[in-house]
Structure formats: C-alpha cells, structure tokens
Antibody, heavy 121, light 109 residues
C-alpha cells in the first residue's frame, strides 16, 4: 500500500523558515516525480513545486519561487520542502503527492493527508 | 502563469448526468487531469492526463477534451459523488509548472 506522511507543519511568525518532510513507503520512490500542493483553509488547490525522479527537473509556482526549495532523498524515500521568508498568505495545508511518471505530469495518484502551516505573528 | 476556469457550482439529480468543464489556453497544448476532493479529505485522482481512470475509480467517470476546454462527465451520479472537483494541467509558460482549476462544487440532489 502506498503511503505518504507529511510532517513539519507548525505555527510560525512571518519572515521565518520552516522545513516540511514527506515520508513515503509502498512504492519504488526513485521511479516517480513528486510534488507539493497546498490549500488555504476553505480555498482551492494550488500547485507549489515539483521534482523529477532524479532531481534534474525542478519547478516552482510563481508565488513561492525564490523562497521555497524542494528536494528529495531517494536513499531515504523522502521528499522535503524548505520554506523561507514565510508570509501570512503561505498559510495552508501542504500535501505531498506522487506523480504517475518519473518526470513531471499533471496526474498525481497518491496524496498524503497534509500538514498545516500557519504563518502569523 | 495561465489560469484554468471552472464553474463554481453545479447540481445534478441522483442518477442523472453532469458535465464539469475547465477552460484555459494551456489546454490547447497540454493534457489535463481531474481530482475529486471530499470535505476534510485529500484530493483523489479520478481521470489522468490520458483520460484514463485509475484503478478503483467507477466507470461512470469519464474525461474528454476539445480545443481550450476539458470536461469531466459523471454518468449516473451517485450521492457519494458530491464533492469538489478540480482540473490540473501544465502551465502554458513553457516551464514544467502546473496550475489547478478554480474548482467546481458538485451537489447531488
């Protein structure tokens, strides 16, 4: 069974940094691209970042470009999101999602339950 | 970045058919996937970019595309299909970035 478990969400002040992690199991992690998707409370889904199987192709949404860094550790089957210079508008549930391909696509067939990041003073 | 526009809400009588649309310039060039999200749950992939249903998704869900519009059709809607539905496709910027649609709330009457 595929499992994705996010961790690291917290209440944090604007301007500070936070690192999210996603522990995975039940599939061959380094065969698939991975993504972070967020959802502000009561709002729609927003794609945040994606990384290919070998970390060669990395992309970010405009709202986080230059502030967030996605990475993966294929030896530990884990995905990470380093979030810097956090803003109140970054407040959201952050989901880790598994792509259906090794590169990037719009199809994410497994999701974690999300971790809540609240940016507030 | 490009946008994907969906109707905010639609309703369908139990057992009837409903079509949810998603419009955007990037859809002329790129495939789209569809997700179902029930309250308090993570999204669930119901149609992938090739208009295929993942394992376990009922065959009443189908996808199609034409020009700058992609559609998700539920044929014979069931009470458990009441949820928010989002399309997702690659941004038209040329980079491998993605954008979700604005979302459609489906109510089954």
């Amino acid at each position: 069974e595929v499992q994705l478990v996010e961790s690291g969400g917290d209440l944090i002040q604007p301007g500070r940094s936070l690192r999210l992690s996603c522990a995975t199991s039940g599939f061959t992690f380094d065969d698939y691209a991975m993504h972070w998707v967020r959802q502000a409370p009561g709002q729609g889904l927003e794609w945040v970042s994606g990384i290919s199987w070998n970390s060669a192709y990395i992309a970010y949404g405009d709202s986080v470009k230059g502030r967030f860094i996605i990475s993966r550790d294929n030896a530990k089957n884990s995905l990470h999101l380093q979030m810097n210079s956090l803003r109140p508008e970054d407040t959201a549930f952050y989901y880790c999602a598994k792509d259906t391909t090794y590169y990037h696509s719009s199809a994410y067939d497994s999701w974690g339950q999300g971790t809540l990041v609240t940016v507030s003073s | 970045s490009s946008e994907l526009t969906q109707d905010p809400a639609v309703s369908v009588a139990l057992g009837q058919t409903v079509r949810i649309t998603c419009q955007g310039d990037s859809l002329r060039s790129y495939f789209a996937s569809w997700y179902q999200q029930k309250t308090g749950q993570a999204p669930l992939l119901v149609i992938d970019g090739q208009n295929n249903r993942p394992s376990g998704i009922p065959d009443r869900f189908s996808g199609s595309s034409s020009g700058n519009t992609v559609s998700l059709t539920i044929t014979g809607a069931q009470a458990e299909d009441e949820a928010d539905y989002y399309c997702n496709s690659r941004d038209s910027s040329g980079n491998p970035t993605y954008v979700f649609g604005t979302g459609t709330k489906v109510t089954v009457l």
